[in-house]
């Protein structure tokens, strides 16, 4: 009998920590599109990534 309260209180606990975790998932993957997405910008990219300076000179503009 209290093995059993113990597993319906693991399976609550369980349910809990799966539903954040499946938010905090779905966070990230939005930040991860949206930091990509502003990467496109190239004055962005000029001032967020420190190697974009370092690169050669484009052939075609």
Known sequence: ???NHYIKNFILF?????KW???A???L???LI????LLQ???LR???VETEKMEGVKLLE
């Open 1 to 3: 009998m209290k093995n």
């Open 14 to 18: 369980s349910n809990v920590v799966q």
């Open 21 to 23: 975790l499946i938010v």
């Open 25 to 27: 998932a779905i966070v």
């Open 29 to 31: 993957l939005l930040l």
């Open 34 to 37: 949206l930091a990509q997405s």
């Open 41 to 43: 910008f190239e004055y």
């Open 46 to 48: 000029n001032r967020l």
